[in-house]
């Protein structure tokens, strides 16, 4: 089997392929590397590799399939790992320099059960510093690209994973999303991506951890990857929860209308439409407004600023006598810091936004009540919402409209924070390119447990509008 052809299914194919005696694990962990080799010089989405380590497992599975075994859903799949999970032997520097020689010596408790499914893990892909930015650059390991444009942002704080995936880096990745960590990276890259609802995947081994319990709710472990029956798959084997089953005639369909004054390229409102269409023949369809829509923004700023970003900030200068402010006009100045000046500026940013004691009281209570009506509301429904206003940016144009002090973030986070805030699963899926051939997605949201009609709707969406197409940019 030609490497092109390997690196064009997704996992489900891999397995099934290597289950059935038409390929080896050591074929498609081969096929990949080789295909990092070529494209990662490009790009710099992958950071650290077990190449050597890869391929002994591979054999290893290899010959348990000889004998007509299998270990898991994932048996002898070749996938990339977001660097913020601990993996043995492998460093988790959160893109600090001064934690570039730690070595992990345990697994964060999702690539145990990714391991015990199968799963090859190629090597881990970069993210911002702390994961704490939606663009992927870190003093440590640099920036990294977006693989249709490399001028333009791969997205954070899972852009390393989105990058790798779109050009065919790998079968399948695992992510984290706390702020469209996984889905803005998806969009940008045009890769498939799944934010688990809140408490559904243990986070444990996650650096950084999320320690605040109201943070807690916006932080979910989830797959990434190029279909949505991958993101299905992977789903059931680092959640081990079945999948209850939905029927999609049951439940409403509500579309966010493109006209509510947020900004939005007119090719996503174009495409929201060509949905509203599709789906109006089969399944109850309206456009509308969900209940707390317009309050996610700034409840989500006010939940990530609780405590002002204090536990990031010792961490990222806990070997430098400077302080955030000192540090930031420092590096400005002299480019000489150890510590990337996005993650100054982003502390800076969340000191600013720091709610009173009193507004975090009044978050709660917002909280209490939306998870009592959103309970009910979201019990028949599925939202289909944008996931960022355009397609991806120029470097560094995300990062200034998220963390601006002009408090720009209301106008461009709300598609995606209402999933974090109210801590629902959300399925985004490339739906078509834009005027400048970048990427466009969608997502797809309900309450916890309605998993199973989000990857139906969410496998009727693919096939309509093609899915995932591996970038070629690079091939040679």
Known sequence: ???????????????????????????????????????????????????????????????????????????????????????????????????????????????????????????????????????????????????????????????????????????????????????????????????????????????????????????????????????????????????RKRYLQSFKVEILPGNMGYTLSETTKGILNEIEFLLEKSVSTKRTVPPFFDDSAQIWQDIISIGGSKLLEEEAYSNDRSNVFKAFFREKLSQKTTVHPNLSRAIIASRMFKPSAKRVREVKEILEQGDKRLADYMRNRILIFPIYHSSALKHGKVYKEIFSLR????????????????????????????????PISIQLMSAIGNEDVLFRLGRILEKKFKGYTRCQNFDS
């Open 1 to 243: 089997m030609i490497a092109n052809s390997i690196i064009d299914m997704d996992a489900t194919a891999i397995a099934e392929k290597i289950k059935q005696g038409g390929l080896t694990s050591v074929d498609a962990v081969n096929a990949y590397i080789d295909q990092i080799k070529r494209v990662n010089p490009n790009i710099n989405a992958l950071v650290e590799e077990r190449f050597t380590e890869a391929l002994k497992e591979a054999q290893e599975l290899d010959l348990i399939s000889q004998s007509g075994k299998s270990i898991g859903a994932l048996h002898g799949v070749p996938i990339s790992v977001k660097e913020s999970f601990h993996v043995t032997n492998m460093k988790t520097t959160g893109g600090l320099v001064h934690r570039q020689d730690l070595i992990s010596r345990e697994d964060a408790d999702v690539i145990t059960k990714l391991k015990a499914s199968g799963a090859v893990i190629l090597g881990k892909t970069n993210t911002p510093t702390l994961c704490f930015n939606q663009e992927t650059e870190n003093k440590l390991f640099g920036r990294t690209n977006n693989p249709w444009d490399v001028t333009k942002t791969a997205g954070g704080s899972s852009g390393g994973e989105g990058a790798l995936l779109a050009v065919g880096g790998a079968a399948a990745g695992i992510a984290s999303d706390i702020g469209g960590s996984i889905r803005i990276p998806a969009h940008f890259n045009g890769v498939v991506g799944f934010k688990p609802g809140m408490n559904q995947v243990s986070a444990k081994g996650h650096f950084p951890a999320v320690i605040d319990p109201i943070q807690q709710r916006l932080f979910a472990v989830g797959p990434m990857g190029k279909t949505v029956r991958d993101m299905r798959r992977i789903y059931s084997v680092i959640s081990e929860k079945v999948i």
């Open 407 to 438: 408090k720009t973030f209301l106008d461009v986070m709300p598609y995606v924070a209402y999933a974090n805030v109210w801590g629902l699963p959300a399925l985004s899926i490339p739906v078509g390119m834009d005027e400048n051939n970048m």
